[in-house]
């Protein structure tokens, strides 16, 4: 694609109206992380699309199946999936792509701006529900149920170390809460500083529940006290900023005419007095240095013992696919320019 394109602005519907141009240019970011983060794609997506699309048809996510097939053929989900575990095997990639049918159709539920706190609140109740008990409550969520049967599959046949840590369960919750913060303050038009922000897009993106999802793709099983060392977790925090910041990057349009200014590239307007274009560069500027970041931090990590350090290595590689893939889908789907086609009352 070219390194830059024009995007038309779509009109917005809010009481916070920053100033908005007739149109912008949206850089190509992928030539920012490519110095990093290399593609690749599993050959086997598109096999493993009809029998995890029947598998969540079967939950009756939406209220008409004509909804949910928009949802999907909009999504291009399967490639998605496909992106960010090219490593997995066929069965484990389509526990994949259940991931990202359950967490897109939720987040967009979430994302909604005529939803109140308390109606969030409630909504994530419904699904917290089913990560603290084996059995699933009788709720009446499809979402709930969906959640139910990913986190059946994860405790079937993870890694244990992946099982024993609750990695997904644990990004669950934060992601609940951040949800809830965030909706809070898309309720009360409130902007944060770009530091916050950025703080609570970490948790909001789901980046713990996806690195818990390519994990169990590839069958990574590392010990707890890898997870623990700093520099590990300043890795993990680079790795979700160059994520998350294309991702609102190319959202921004879809959320700013939605009302919604819960974006970064607001944030950044808001903070620092630029105007659209130049918070876009300087979005793109501060995504470089995260790069460089995340490439000092990856030259700094300790020694843990040669097979250790040799599945530490295979589970950064991965997490460097599922990165460029996910930046690589969002330039191609529709999804992410944004879709607001699918009737999500039932979620």
């Given at each position: ?48 699309e ?25 999504g ?66 499809p ?78 099983d ?28 190319c959202?921004?349009?879809?959320e ?19 105007d ?20 000092s ?23 460097e ?27």
């Amino acid at each position: 694609m070219p390194i830059m394109q024009e995007v038309i602005c779509e009109a917005n519907r809010v009481r916070f109206e920053p100033e908005l141009p007739k149109a912008y240019v949206l850089p190509n970011l992928l030539c920012t992380t490519e110095v990093a983060f290399k593609l690749k794609t599993s050959p086997h997506y598109l096999e493993a699309e009809t029998p995890c699309i029947e598998w969540f048809n079967s939950f009756q996510p939406f209220p008409t199946r004509s909804i949910s097939d928009n949802f999907i053929n909009l999504g291009n989900f399967a490639r998605l999936a496909g992106l960010s575990f090219p490593n997995a095997g066929k069965s484990r990639l389509e526990t994949g792509l259940a991931f990202y049918l359950w967490g897109f159709s939720v987040d967009d539920f979430f994302d909604n701006t005529s939803r109140s706190p308390s109606e969030t609140e409630k909504d994530v109740e419904l699904n917290t529900a089913v990560t603290l008990c084996d059995s699933i409550p009788n709720v009446g969520s499809p979402s709930a149920a969906v959640l139910h049967d990913l986190l059946k599959q994860f405790r079937e046949d993870g890694s244990p170390g992946m099982v024993k840590r609750s990695q997904f369960i644990e990004g669950f919750h934060s992601w609940s809460k951040a949800l809830i913060t965030q909706t809070k303050t898309r309720w009360n038009n409130d902007i944060p500083s770009v530091d916050a922000f950025i703080l609570m897009r970490r948790s909001t993106i789901g980046a713990e529940m996806a690195k818990a999802v390519m994990e169990y793709t590839i069958g990574i099983d590392l010990p707890d006290h890898v997870f623990d060392d700093p520099i590990v977790q300043g890795v993990f925090d680079a790795t979700t900023d160059i994520l998350t910041w294309p991702n609102d990057l190319c959202s921004f349009n879809k959320e700013q005419a939605d009302g919604d200014f819960q974006n970064l590239v607001v944030v950044i307007m808001h903070e620092r007095g630029l105007d659209l274009q130049r918070a876009i560069f300087e979005l793109e500027k501060m995504l470089k240095a995260r790069v460089d970041d995340y490439i000092s931090l990856k030259s700094r990590l300790p020694s843990f013992g040669p097979e250790i350090d040799t599945e530490l290595g295979r589970y950064h590689e991965n997490i460097e696919y599922c990165v460029q893939g996910i930046i690589q889908w969002h330039y191609e789907s529709p999804v992410s320019t944004h879709y607001n086609v699918c009737d999500f009352s039932r979620i």
